[in-house]
Nanobody, 122 residues
């Protein structure tokens, strides 16, 4: 199973980025996908998740109204559209696949990508 994140980079506060999580060697539409982030010195935290069908989505309070998660099962890809970015959004962003409906808990995910760096300058 491979999960590959892309789309990270350096952006000014108020800007936007779209992260992608491409999956291979997995029955993609059987898995919920979560986005997590980890800033230096902090624990990994759940950002957003989407159920296998895409019918259920959840967001951390800190990103509600700014981030949007979506998935294209035909392309085995999940997206995280991030708008109105803030310096506190700076972190390595990871996607993960799991069989739980939609969870913010790290231990409920079975497969993880390597992460993509997002840096938001003030």
């Amino acid at each position: 199973v491979q999960l590959v994140e892309s789309g990270g980079g350096l952006v000014q506060a108020g800007g936007s980025l779209r992260l992608s999580c491409a999956a291979s060697e997995i029955t993609f539409d059987a898995y919920a996908i979560g986005w997590f982030r980890q800033a230096p010195g902090k624990e990994r935290e759940g950002v957003s998740c989407i159920s296998s069908s895409g019918g259920v989505t959840n967001y951390a309070d800190s990103v509600k109204g700014r981030f949007t998660i979506s998935r294209d099962n035909a392309k085995n890809t999940v997206y995280l559209q991030m708008n109105s970015l803030k310096p506190e959004d700076t972190a390595v962003y990871y996607c993960a696949a799991g069989v739980i409906l939609c969870s913010a808990l790290v231990h409920t995910y079975d497969y993880w990508g390597q992460g993509t760096q997002v840096t938001v300058s003030s």
